[in-house]
């Protein structure tokens, strides 16, 4: 089988690249535009030709205020608080967390170039992404190298990710095993209801109740990280996060939902990644209290 490989420059190509790449159509059978479902023949030619990668339009904002945690030669791990965007996009022009990393000076313009000539898909920097909303740690690839091999352990499962949650009632210690996949009716939101979609996998453990029952504190270890996932299995199990704008219904009790109004953003925090780095394989841990909105509101709870 012959395969012939344009704008080799890109580096390797992960499993999920090259998804998009025929999805684009971007790679042709022996002539014919190639589906997912498609088979290579013995012999067949297969040409593959990347998108070119378009730099980011982002430029240095150096008032865009995140923790660092870490920092080496290959990646950045950071403190992402809510409220901040991870990467430019629809209605996301600046202000973001790639504008913040730019001013701090370990990336360039070229380091956040997106594979598809919009503002999706970034390399080498952004390897996986958390909502606006959430608050919590991220690690960022300051190398193509990195990337991969970063990339690689989320596609294997073998990132260690911990969230720390409050919901609507007292949720049940136990393992969410769905599909996942766009809304039917809302292409915004997701949902576990559909008959075809991704494997997604969270682990839900109680903490404890909160507000005389009305609300508790959840920790949530995901296998899989599809968008909106955790968001998605709580909701879809009665235990909305509190504060989920997309996801969240209002709580009949006033503490409960006095607390969600004053919070602002779903109360959703993304406290432990742990990963073998991908240049040395040492293994590494970071751990982020909660931050100050997040204790307030579960402290308002507790009483």
């Not at 067949?44 to 923790?67: H, K, R, W, Y």
């Not at 990710?161 to 949720?171: E, K, S």
Request: glycine fraction near 10%; proline fraction near 5%; hydrophobic fraction near 40%.
């Amino acid at each position: 089988m012959a395969t012939a490989l344009a704008n080799s420059d890109l580096g390797a190509p992960s499993r999920a690249e090259i998804q998009r790449w025929i999805e684009l159509g971007a790679v042709t059978v022996d002539g014919k535009v190639a589906r997912s479902a498609d088979k290579a023949r013995p012999g067949s030619s297969v040409i593959v030709e990347p998108p070119i990668a378009q730099l980011t339009t982002a430029t240095p904002d150096a008032s865009v205020s995140f923790e660092v945690l870490h920092v080496d030669t290959s990646l950045v791990v950071v403190m992402k608080p809510a409220g901040l965007v991870v990467h430019p996009g629809a209605g996301h022009a600046t202000g973001t967390l790639v504008h913040g990393l730019l001013a701090r000076g370990w990336f360039k313009a070229e380091d956040f170039i997106s594979e598809d000539g919009g503002e999706g898909h970034f390399r080498p920097g952004i390897v996986h992404r958390l909502d606006k909303g959430t608050s919590g740690i991220m690690v960022v690839a300051r190398t193509a190298e990195a990337r991969e091999g970063l990339k690689s352990q989320f596609a294997t499962h073998t990132i260690e990710r911990a969230y720390d949650a409050i919901v609507l009632g007292v949720a049940e210690t136990k393992t969410h095993r769905t599909l996942h996949g766009r809304h039917p009716k809302d292409r915004v939101r997701f949902t576990t209801r559909v008959s075809t979609g991704k494997r997604a996998i969270t682990h839900v453990r109680l903490v404890r109740p909160l507000a005389s029952g009305a609300a508790s504190l959840v920790v949530c270890t995901l296998e899989t990280g599809r968008t909106h996932q955790i968001r998605v299995h709580l909701a879809d199990s009665n235990t909305a996060v509190i504060g989920d704008p997309l996801y969240g219904r209002p709580s009949k009790n006033a503490l409960v939902q006095g607390v969600a109004d004053a919070l602002g953003h779903q109360a959703l925090h993304a406290r432990v990644l742990g990963f073998r780095h991908p240049l040395t394989g040492q293994s590494m841990r970071f751990e982020a209290d909660f931050p100050p909105d997040f204790a307030t509101a579960l402290e308002g709870l507790s009483s």
